[in-house]
């Protein structure tokens, strides 16, 4: 009975040990899964850690170039409103140009007129210097 007893006994401890083995085993497992998992999760913090300078620098970078673009939208407008007065200015000389055109071309009709009309008492005046001329030289004879 003790014989039987103590050959139980050795089986338990032995399925035990066997038992203590295997969890050995699945703690390492476990253990190297964990270390995997955590070295893993370094990483990707690195990671984190560089997205979130790419997305601070890319910030930077697109406010430099709203800031950039805002420059350019002034002077642009600026330049626009230089050339609004500037064309202002030159249409204004135009039109005043082309009143004094206006102008000239009617003093010029007004001048032909004025001298058809002086040709014309000039050319009856001559008629009337011949015709005086024609009788004293008749009245001679």
Same mark, same amino acid.
């Given at each position: 009975?003790?014989?039987?007893?103590?050959?139980?006994?050795?089986?338990?401890?032995? #399925?035990?040990?066997?038992? @203590?083995? &295997?969890?050995?085993?699945?703690?390492? @497992?476990?253990?190297?899964?964990?270390?995997?998992?955590?070295?893993?999760?370094?990483?990707?913090?690195?990671?984190? $850690?560089?997205?979130?300078?790419? @997305?601070?620098?890319?910030?930077?970078?697109?406010?430099?170039?709203?800031? &950039?673009?805002?420059?350019? =939208?002034?002077? $642009? $407008?600026?330049?626009?409103?230089?050339?609004?007065?500037?064309?202002?200015?030159? #249409?204004?000389?135009?039109?005043?140009?082309? =009143?004094?055109?206006?102008?000239?071309?009617?003093?010029?009709?007004?001048? #032909?007129?004025?001298?058809?009309?002086?040709?014309?008492?000039?050319?009856?005046?001559?008629?009337?210097?011949?015709? =005086? @001329?024609?009788?004293?030289? =008749?009245?001679?004879?």
């Amino acid at each position: 009975e003790l014989a039987e007893e103590t050959a139980n006994h050795e089986a338990r401890h032995t #399925l035990l040990e066997e038992q @203590v083995l &295997e969890l050995q085993r699945d703690i390492k @497992v476990k253990i190297s899964e964990l270390t995997s998992a955590s070295t893993e999760i370094e990483s990707l913090q690195q990671r984190c $850690l560089a997205l979130q300078e790419d @997305v601070g620098s890319m910030t930077n970078m697109r406010d430099a170039a709203e800031t &950039e673009l805002e420059g350019v =939208r002034q002077q $642009l $407008l600026a330049e626009s409103e230089l050339r609004t007065a500037d064309n202002q200015e030159a #249409l204004s000389r135009a039109q005043e140009a082309r =009143r004094g055109m206006e102008a000239a071309e009617a003093g010029k009709e007004a001048a #032909l007129a004025s001298a058809h009309e002086e040709a014309l008492r000039v050319q009856e005046s001559l008629r009337d210097a011949e015709a =005086r @001329v024609q009788a004293s030289a =008749r009245l001679e004879q």
